[in-house]
Protein backbone atom coordinates (compact mmCIF):
# COMPACT_ATOMS: atom_id res chain seq x y z
CA UNK A 1 0.00 0.00 0.00
CA UNK A 2 1.59 3.34 -0.99
CA UNK A 3 0.27 6.03 0.93
CA UNK A 4 2.00 8.83 -0.90
CA UNK A 5 -0.26 9.71 -3.16
CA UNK A 6 -0.43 13.10 -2.59
CA UNK A 7 2.65 14.36 -1.47
CA UNK A 8 2.22 17.34 0.72
CA UNK A 9 4.16 20.68 0.25
CA UNK A 10 7.36 21.11 3.05
CA UNK A 11 5.81 23.28 6.35
CA UNK A 12 7.82 25.87 4.95
CA UNK A 13 6.16 26.40 1.70
CA UNK A 14 3.88 29.60 1.96
CA UNK A 15 0.24 28.77 2.67
CA UNK A 16 -2.03 29.13 -0.16
CA UNK A 17 -4.23 32.16 1.92
CA UNK A 18 -2.62 34.71 4.30
CA UNK A 19 -4.56 33.49 7.59
CA UNK A 20 -6.30 29.81 6.56
CA UNK A 21 -8.60 29.21 8.88
CA UNK A 22 -7.40 25.64 9.81
CA UNK A 23 -4.06 24.88 8.83
CA UNK A 24 -1.93 21.79 8.39
CA UNK A 25 0.33 21.07 11.19
CA UNK A 26 3.70 21.45 10.67
CA UNK A 27 4.19 17.80 11.39
CA UNK A 28 1.64 16.50 8.54
CA UNK A 29 3.65 14.54 6.23
CA UNK A 30 1.23 12.70 3.88
CA UNK A 31 -1.90 13.02 3.01
CA UNK A 32 -4.19 10.56 1.55
CA UNK A 33 -8.16 10.16 0.04
CA UNK A 34 -10.68 7.80 1.98
CA UNK A 35 -13.50 7.59 0.73
CA UNK A 36 -16.99 7.84 2.70
CA UNK A 37 -20.05 5.84 0.59
CA UNK A 38 -23.15 4.16 1.07
CA UNK A 39 -26.78 4.36 -0.23
CA UNK A 40 -28.86 7.78 -0.07
CA UNK A 41 -29.40 8.99 3.52
CA UNK A 42 -27.43 6.52 5.67
CA UNK A 43 -25.14 9.24 6.93
CA UNK A 44 -22.34 9.62 5.17
CA UNK A 45 -22.40 13.73 5.33
CA UNK A 46 -23.08 13.02 9.08
CA UNK A 47 -19.93 11.28 9.68
CA UNK A 48 -18.07 13.77 7.17
CA UNK A 49 -19.48 16.88 9.40
CA UNK A 50 -18.65 14.79 12.57
CA UNK A 51 -15.19 14.18 12.13
CA UNK A 52 -13.74 17.04 9.92
CA UNK A 53 -11.23 19.59 11.46
CA UNK A 54 -12.26 21.81 8.81
CA UNK A 55 -15.40 23.24 7.86
CA UNK A 56 -16.68 20.25 5.92
CA UNK A 57 -16.83 21.51 1.89
CA UNK A 58 -19.63 20.71 -0.33
CA UNK A 59 -17.78 20.49 -3.55
CA UNK A 60 -19.74 20.19 -7.16
CA UNK A 61 -18.93 17.37 -8.88
CA UNK A 62 -19.84 17.35 -12.49
CA UNK A 63 -20.59 19.32 -15.32
CA UNK A 64 -24.32 18.06 -15.38
CA UNK A 65 -26.31 18.09 -12.30
CA UNK A 66 -25.65 20.25 -9.93
CA UNK A 67 -24.23 17.33 -7.19
CA UNK A 68 -22.51 17.94 -3.53
CA UNK A 69 -20.01 16.11 -2.94
CA UNK A 70 -18.81 15.98 0.77
CA UNK A 71 -14.89 16.26 1.82
CA UNK A 72 -13.53 16.73 4.83
CA UNK A 73 -10.21 16.18 6.78
CA UNK A 74 -8.86 14.60 9.19
CA UNK A 75 -5.07 14.48 10.74
CA UNK A 76 -3.66 11.13 12.10
CA UNK A 77 -1.04 10.32 14.41
CA UNK A 78 0.07 14.22 13.63
CA UNK A 79 1.62 13.20 10.48
CA UNK A 80 -0.83 11.51 8.34
CA UNK A 81 -3.60 13.32 6.84
CA UNK A 82 -6.65 12.00 5.83
CA UNK A 83 -8.81 13.98 3.18
CA UNK A 84 -12.61 12.01 3.12
CA UNK A 85 -14.57 12.26 -0.27
CA UNK A 86 -18.06 11.55 0.54
CA UNK A 87 -20.15 10.92 -2.79
CA UNK A 88 -23.81 11.27 -3.27
CA UNK A 89 -25.80 8.16 -2.54
CA UNK A 90 -28.36 8.25 -5.26
CA UNK A 91 -27.23 4.76 -7.65
CA UNK A 92 -28.71 7.53 -10.76
CA UNK A 93 -25.49 9.43 -9.65
CA UNK A 94 -22.99 6.60 -9.78
CA UNK A 95 -21.10 7.75 -12.96
CA UNK A 96 -19.96 10.24 -10.88
CA UNK A 97 -18.03 7.32 -8.71
CA UNK A 98 -15.36 6.94 -11.51
CA UNK A 99 -13.31 9.54 -10.78
CA UNK A 100 -13.97 10.13 -7.27
CA UNK A 101 -12.19 6.23 -6.86
CA UNK A 102 -8.90 7.70 -8.50
CA UNK A 103 -6.26 7.37 -6.13
CA UNK A 104 -8.40 6.17 -3.18
CA UNK A 105 -5.94 4.22 -0.51
CA UNK A 106 -9.74 3.21 1.06
CA UNK A 107 -13.11 3.56 1.74
CA UNK A 108 -15.58 3.18 4.97
CA UNK A 109 -18.95 1.93 4.04
CA UNK A 110 -21.54 2.80 5.61
CA UNK A 111 -24.95 1.17 5.97
CA UNK A 112 -28.37 1.26 7.36
CA UNK A 113 -29.62 -2.17 8.80
CA UNK A 114 -33.72 -0.86 8.07
CA UNK A 115 -31.98 -1.29 3.96
CA UNK A 116 -28.91 -2.95 3.83
CA UNK A 117 -29.10 -3.60 0.00
CA UNK A 118 -29.24 0.48 -0.54
CA UNK A 119 -25.13 0.51 0.08
CA UNK A 120 -24.50 -2.70 -2.05
CA UNK A 121 -23.88 -1.11 -4.99
CA UNK A 122 -20.99 0.65 -3.49
CA UNK A 123 -19.85 -2.72 -2.04
CA UNK A 124 -19.77 -3.94 -5.80
CA UNK A 125 -18.36 -0.74 -7.00
CA UNK A 126 -15.42 -0.46 -4.61
CA UNK A 127 -14.55 -4.94 -4.84
CA UNK A 128 -14.58 -3.97 -8.94
CA UNK A 129 -12.17 -1.11 -8.49
CA UNK A 130 -9.95 -2.86 -5.84
CA UNK A 131 -10.59 -0.48 -3.19
CA UNK A 132 -9.86 -1.63 0.42
CA UNK A 133 -13.01 -1.05 2.49
CA UNK A 134 -14.31 -0.97 5.71
CA UNK A 135 -18.20 -1.43 6.79
CA UNK A 136 -19.49 0.46 9.24
CA UNK A 137 -23.55 0.32 10.52
CA UNK A 138 -24.67 3.51 11.29
CA UNK A 139 -27.08 3.36 14.32
CA UNK A 140 -30.01 4.88 13.68
CA UNK A 141 -32.17 4.56 16.75
CA UNK A 142 -35.31 2.94 15.81
CA UNK A 143 -33.11 0.49 13.45
CA UNK A 144 -32.94 -3.40 14.08
CA UNK A 145 -30.03 -4.62 15.26
CA UNK A 146 -28.26 -6.76 12.87
CA UNK A 147 -25.88 -9.29 13.42
CA UNK A 148 -22.70 -8.95 11.84
CA UNK A 149 -22.93 -12.52 10.27
CA UNK A 150 -26.50 -11.21 8.87
CA UNK A 151 -24.56 -8.02 7.63
CA UNK A 152 -21.98 -10.10 5.92
CA UNK A 153 -24.46 -12.81 3.75
CA UNK A 154 -26.65 -10.01 2.90
CA UNK A 155 -23.74 -7.70 1.21
CA UNK A 156 -21.64 -11.23 0.31
CA UNK A 157 -18.71 -9.69 1.96
CA UNK A 158 -15.40 -11.60 2.64
CA UNK A 159 -14.41 -12.70 6.04
CA UNK A 160 -11.32 -10.49 6.06
CA UNK A 161 -13.41 -6.91 5.90
CA UNK A 162 -14.28 -5.52 8.83
CA UNK A 163 -17.82 -4.71 10.31
CA UNK A 164 -18.12 -2.41 13.03
CA UNK A 165 -21.01 0.10 14.33
CA UNK A 166 -20.94 3.39 14.56
CA UNK A 167 -22.73 6.55 15.63
CA UNK A 168 -21.84 8.85 12.63
CA UNK A 169 -23.21 12.41 15.03
CA UNK A 170 -20.10 11.38 17.52
CA UNK A 171 -16.66 12.58 16.54
CA UNK A 172 -15.03 9.91 18.51
CA UNK A 173 -17.07 7.15 16.68
CA UNK A 174 -16.92 8.24 13.34
CA UNK A 175 -12.60 8.59 14.15
CA UNK A 176 -13.34 5.07 15.15
CA UNK A 177 -13.85 3.83 11.75
CA UNK A 178 -11.47 5.81 10.18
CA UNK A 179 -9.09 4.30 12.50
CA UNK A 180 -10.47 0.67 12.15
CA UNK A 181 -9.94 1.52 8.33
CA UNK A 182 -6.27 2.56 8.66
CA UNK A 183 -5.47 -0.42 10.68
CA UNK A 184 -7.16 -3.10 7.94
CA UNK A 185 -4.73 -1.14 4.93
CA UNK A 186 -1.83 -1.99 7.92
CA UNK A 187 -3.03 -5.30 8.20
CA UNK A 188 -3.69 -6.05 4.52
CA UNK A 189 -0.76 -4.42 2.75
CA UNK A 190 1.67 -5.98 1.04
CA UNK A 191 5.28 -6.17 2.80
CA UNK A 192 7.73 -4.15 1.62
CA UNK A 193 11.30 -4.02 2.91
CA UNK A 194 10.56 -0.53 5.00
CA UNK A 195 7.41 -1.56 7.05
CA UNK A 196 4.91 1.60 6.67
CA UNK A 197 4.74 4.42 9.27
CA UNK A 198 2.03 3.57 12.22
CA UNK A 199 -0.70 6.52 11.16
CA UNK A 200 -2.16 6.35 14.94
N1 LIG B 1 -30.18 9.09 14.88
C1 LIG B 1 -29.22 9.19 13.96
N2 LIG B 1 -29.46 9.95 12.89
C2 LIG B 1 -28.50 10.07 11.96
C3 LIG B 1 -27.25 9.41 12.12
N3 LIG B 1 -26.50 9.68 11.04
C4 LIG B 1 -27.24 10.47 10.23
N4 LIG B 1 -28.46 10.72 10.79
C5 LIG B 1 -29.53 11.51 10.21
O1 LIG B 1 -29.94 10.83 9.02
C6 LIG B 1 -30.23 11.76 8.00
C7 LIG B 1 -29.41 11.47 6.75
O2 LIG B 1 -28.03 11.65 7.06
P1 LIG B 1 -27.02 12.20 5.96
O3 LIG B 1 -25.70 12.33 6.63
O4 LIG B 1 -27.54 13.43 5.30
O5 LIG B 1 -27.02 11.01 4.92
P2 LIG B 1 -26.25 10.88 3.50
O6 LIG B 1 -27.29 10.97 2.46
O7 LIG B 1 -25.63 9.54 3.54
O8 LIG B 1 -25.25 11.98 3.42
C8 LIG B 1 -29.94 13.14 8.57
O9 LIG B 1 -31.16 13.70 9.00
C9 LIG B 1 -29.04 12.86 9.76
O10 LIG B 1 -29.20 13.82 10.78
C10 LIG B 1 -27.03 8.62 13.31
O11 LIG B 1 -25.97 8.02 13.52
N5 LIG B 1 -28.05 8.56 14.18
MG1 LIG C 1 -25.11 13.50 2.05
Redesign the pocket.
Known sequence: MDYSVYELPPPSSPAPHPSPPDPLPDSAERSVKVLVV??????????V?SVSEIRPLRAAAGTGPRVAV?VGRVTCGGRLVLYLF?P??QQHLWFLLDGVLDGAIGAVV?VDTRRLHDSFPAVDRLERGGVPFVVAA????DAPLCPAGDLRATLDLPGSVPVVT????RTGSSRGVLLTLLRHLHTTAPRRDTPPRRAM
Open positions: GGFGVGKTTLDDGPGLNLFPCDAR
